[in-house]
């Protein structure tokens, strides 16, 4: 059994910053590719960044290049999102998701166990 635990979601102004985190607990293992995925009201769960196992891929969907920046700390089993320069249309249910794989999917179906979300708002 593998859990994740989204944190760090909330409101702010356009052009604010959150850090969002996400714990692995359970059967954990440092091998697993990790991802991020966002859902905006009345839209599909579409790709926001992702980190192999070892860090060394990274990868982030088109909107989010340059302002997010996705980490990870293996020694705590806890996946990051920096998210800077926040637009409106940043405004979703940001989850976090892990790959037994270990890769850097961009794909959610590659991707085997997910977190619950955490809100984030960007006010304009």
């Known amino acids: 059994q593998v859990q994740l635990v989204e944190s760090g979601g909330g409101l702010v102004q356009a052009g604010g910053s959150l850090r969002l985190s996400c714990v692995v607990s359970?059967?954990?293992?440092?091998?697993?590719?990790m991802g991020w995925f966002r859902q905006a009201p009345g839209k599909g769960r579409e790709f926001v960044a992702s980190?192999?196992?070892?860090?060394?891929?990274?990868y982030y969907a088109d909107p989010v290049k340059g302002r997010f920046t996705i980490s990870r700390d293996n020694a705590k089993n806890t996946l990051y999102l920096q998210m800077n320069s926040l637009k409106p249309e940043d405004t979703a249910v940001y989850y976090c998701?892990?790959?037994?794989?270990?890769?850097?999917?961009?794909?959610?179906?590659?991707?085997?166990?997910w977190g619950q979300g955490t809100q984030v708002t960007v006010s304009s």
């Open positions: 998701a892990a790959s037994r794989s270990g890769g850097a999917s961009m794909n959610y179906i590659e991707y085997d166990y």
């Open positions: 980190i192999s196992w070892s860090a060394i891929s990274t």
């Open positions: 359970g059967r954990t293992r440092s091998t697993f590719g």
